[in-house]
């Protein structure tokens, strides 16, 4: 029965000096609470995802392989946006977002190609705020999957009832490939 009580005592003084606290920071050392990140491999777009549009972009990949997986959005001389992510900003959060990241992968067939990525904002349709990101200085090399990030700041109030549409726009009439999609809404 001692030997009962010691290993109860010991665990409970074991349990108090661990962090058993739940982590709620995230990488960036914001509150995961004031994050949220969606993510899209383009495995699964031919499902209809619900937020997504522009299903038929994403092709299964033999030639460059896609990054990872099979499948990833492709975009060329035809086809100049990419697979899209479009919701209305009560759907993703009660909140108002500061900020939107947008991360991911791309493989350009040139060398600084003319394409960015896209975030817009509509309020019944009509075209509330545009903004681009340039990729074209950081994609130097072709023939290789690339790691991007573009942030977004907002400088006009938003409100709940808008739409967020984000999406790549490729104007340079090349073949441009994109996968493992990541974007994060910080509130």
Not at 6 to 19: K, Q, R
Not at 170 to 179: A, E, L, T, V
Request: glycine share 4%; hydrophobic share 35%; charged share 20%.
């Amino acid at each position: 029965m001692n030997k009962l009580i010691v290993f109860a005592i010991a665990g409970v003084l074991l349990y108090s000096c661990s962090n058993s606290k739940p982590k709620t920071e995230a990488a960036s050392g914001q509150s995961a609470q004031n994050r949220i990140e969606i993510t899209n491999d383009m495995e699964n777009a031919s499902a209809v995802i619900p937020s997504w549009i522009n299903e038929k972009t994403v092709v299964i990949m033999k030639e460059p392989a896609a990054h990872s997986g099979e499948y990833a959005c492709a975009t060329n001389d035809s086809v100049q946006y990419g697979y899209a992510y479009q919701e209305l900003l009560k759907n993703i959060n009660t909140g108002i977002p500061k900020k939107v990241v947008v991360e991911g992968w791309v493989y350009t067939t040139v060398e600084k190609p003319n394409l960015g990525i896209i975030l817009n904002i509509s309020e019944k349709s009509q075209n509330y705020d545009w903004k681009a990101f340039p990729l074209n200085e950081s994609l130097t090399e072709k023939g290789k999957w690339v790691e991007f990030s573009s942030s977004f700041y907002f400088d006009k109030p938003l409100n709940p009832e808008q739409e967020i549409r984000i999406f790549a726009w490729n104007q340079s009439q090349k073949p441009i490939y994109f996968d493992d999609l990541k974007i994060s809404f910080e509130y």
